[in-house]
């Protein structure tokens, strides 16, 4: 028989749902008592709740609060979508786990099934693909980089919110080793963007808890070609070791040295052209009738979408298109990442560094190339514009859609545009808003075409 289970999340911003809706509990204390028992897998003394639910000052006998706890466990038995959720026996209180389930307590028994093996992992050794999966479930409950009880306010004693750092902290070491070691088993094994990806999460939660782990992560984007990002993480390590007037160690700041020097001096691999990486695949076959809807809409001056599960081979049918062209359109391609998601701008950061010439730079307007010199700091190095160091740089993201909107139409000022988005789906909302901004001004119906 399947048992309709009352939710309780904690693992984020706390939220309590049964059948699939949210459940109300509108009073305060009510709610921060079935938080802390849904965090207790075993039965808790009433002792324990009234130090933690009568509240600090209060100067009750021991009668009037065991009365209050009473009150307070008889309002949460109504509130409960089934009285039996909550369990009685004798002095001890607790859920019933049969009927309730809790993310924290999950999270905790899928740590303790791989605890005794990520103890004795190393770098250069790779973790069973069974303990790997249950690693991943475990990062999966938790909502995105966020807190245990995120901007929840239990209502309760000092003890309560004691209780509340307390398993933060001890929570978010256990996330936070779960990730390195993910990181360090896929960099092992050479999947340098999935590590990548979990060395960025630890990133976001600001836990890198060594110099060992830092340097990785550089090493990995820098393998993966993500040289831009590599910057925006050297660049924001060396100044809080410098913010903190810490030495930084010798190997984080050589890689952090070596990404720097790589960025002001970009290699001819990193404008590798999109027609060099399809070139050795096979021959093109079928998708006329595609084709021929994307000329189409090209002559019509519009734009297109093309949708599909991965491997369907929409990247090779955007390819075919654009070698069919004729005159042969200007190609430049954003290339957009999962972990890359929450960077604002990142696809059109590596778009223009990586297709806008040292000549076009020259020609943007001052304004424009403050506007855009926040986000790609060598442009200092790619543009001499004597007016520049002069100018103001606002974060108003209308000036910075504008400020692209002016390098792409010196780009565009002999030739069309066609500006193909790969893996729109990790676009992030900067870079969406931006392009919606092209289409407000018509951009890609007078200088270019949309993919």
């Given at each position: ?6 939710k309780?999340?904690?693992l984020?911003?706390p939220?309590i749902?049964y059948?699939d809706?949210r ?5 305060r204390?009510?709610r ?10 075993t039965?808790?003394g ?5 130090m933690?639910f009568?509240?600090?000052g209060d100067?009750?006998d021991?009668?009037?609060e065991?009365?209050?706890i009473r009150?307070?466990?008889s ?7 089934d009285?039996?959720m909550?369990i009685?026996f004798n002095?001890q ?7 309730v389930?809790?993310?924290v ?5 899928l740590?303790q099934?791989?605890?005794?093996t990520?103890?004795m ?17 475990a990062?999966?409950l938790?909502q995105?980089?966020s807190?245990f009880l995120?901007?929840a306010?239990?209502?309760g004693?000092s003890e309560?919110?004691?209780w509340?750092?307390?398993m933060d902290s001890?929570l ?7 990730i ?6 896929d960099l092992?094994?050479g ?6 990806r979990w ?6 939660l ?6 060992e782990?830092?340097?990785?992560f550089?090493?990995a984007l820098k393998?993966l070609g993500?040289?831009?990002e590599?910057l925006?993480?050297?660049?924001l390590?060396?100044k ?5 007037d810490?030495?930084m160690?010798p190997?984080?700041?050589n ?7 790589q960025?002001?001096?970009p290699s001819s ?5 999109w027609?060099?990486t ?6 093109f076959a079928g998708r006329?009738r595609e084709?021929a809807?994307l000329k ?6 519009s734009?297109?979408?093309?949708w599909?599960?991965v491997?369907q081979g929409?990247t090779?049918?955007?390819?075919e298109f654009?070698?069919s062209?004729s005159?042969?359109p200007?190609l430049m391609v954003v ?6 998601k ?10 223009l560094?990586?297709?806008i010439t040292p000549?076009?730079?020259?020609r ?10 926040y986000?790609?700091p060598d ?10 160091e002069n100018?103001i ?6 000036l910075i ?8 139409l010196i ?5 069309r545009l066609?500006?193909?988005?790969d893996?729109a ?5 900067s870079?969406?808003?931006t392009f ?5 001004k018509?951009?890609f119906f007078?200088?270019?075409f949309?993919?």
């Amino acid at each position: 028989m399947c048992v309709t289970k009352l939710k309780v999340r904690l693992l984020g911003a706390p939220e309590i749902t049964y059948e699939d809706q949210r459940l109300p509990i509108k009073r305060r204390q009510i709610r921060s008592l079935l938080l802390y028992l849904a965090a207790h897998e075993t039965l808790i003394g009433r002792t324990d709740l009234m130090m933690k639910f009568i509240k600090d000052g209060d100067n009750l006998d021991e009668a009037t609060e065991r009365r209050r706890i009473r009150k307070m466990l008889s309002l949460l038995r109504e509130a409960l979508p089934d009285p039996a959720m909550l369990i009685t026996f004798n002095d001890q209180v607790g859920l019933d786990f049969k009927q309730v389930e809790s993310d924290v307590i999950l999270f905790e028994k899928l740590y303790q099934k791989v605890e005794s093996t990520i103890k004795m992992h190393r770098m250069g050794q790779s973790l069973p693909s069974g303990t790997v999966r249950i690693m991943t479930e475990a990062i999966s409950l938790w909502q995105g980089s966020s807190i245990f009880l995120q901007s929840a306010e239990l209502m309760g004693s000092s003890e309560l919110e004691n209780w509340q750092i307390y398993m933060d902290s001890r929570l978010e070491n256990m996330r936070e080793t779960l990730i390195n070691h993910l990181a360090l088993n896929d960099l092992t094994i050479g999947d340098y963007e999935s590590g990548a990806r979990w060395l960025h999460m630890a990133l976001e939660l600001n836990q890198f808890s060594n110099e060992e782990e830092a340097a990785l992560f550089l090493s990995a984007l820098k393998k993966l070609g993500r040289i831009t990002e590599a910057l925006n993480i050297a660049v924001l390590l060396k100044k809080r070791y410098e913010e903190n007037d810490i030495e930084m160690p010798p190997e984080l700041e050589n890689i952090c040295d070596e990404i720097l020097e790589q960025f002001s001096a970009p290699s001819s691999e990193e404008s590798v052209t999109w027609g060099r990486t399809l070139s050795i695949q096979s021959p093109f076959a079928g998708r006329k009738r595609e084709l021929a809807i994307l000329k189409n809409a090209y002559q019509n001056k519009s734009g297109a979408v093309v949708w599909g599960e991965v491997g369907q081979g929409k990247t090779r049918l955007a390819h075919e298109f654009y070698q069919s062209i004729s005159p042969p359109p200007r190609l430049m391609v954003v290339t957009c990442h999962q972990m890359e998601k929450t960077l604002p701008f990142q696809p059109l950061i590596d778009m223009l560094k990586q297709f806008i010439t040292p000549d076009e730079w020259q020609r943007v307007d001052s304004f424009s190339l403050a506007q855009l010199s926040y986000f790609i700091p060598d442009l200092i190095i790619q543009s001499s514009h004597p007016s520049r160091e002069n100018e103001i740089i606002s974060a108003a993201p209308v000036l910075i859609f504008e400020a692209i909107h002016q390098v792409l139409l010196i780009a565009s000022a002999s030739e069309r545009l066609l500006i193909f988005i790969d893996n729109a789906q990790w676009a992030d909302e900067s870079s969406l808003n931006t392009f919606t901004y092209l289409m407000q001004k018509k951009f890609f119906f007078n200088h270019g075409f949309l993919m």
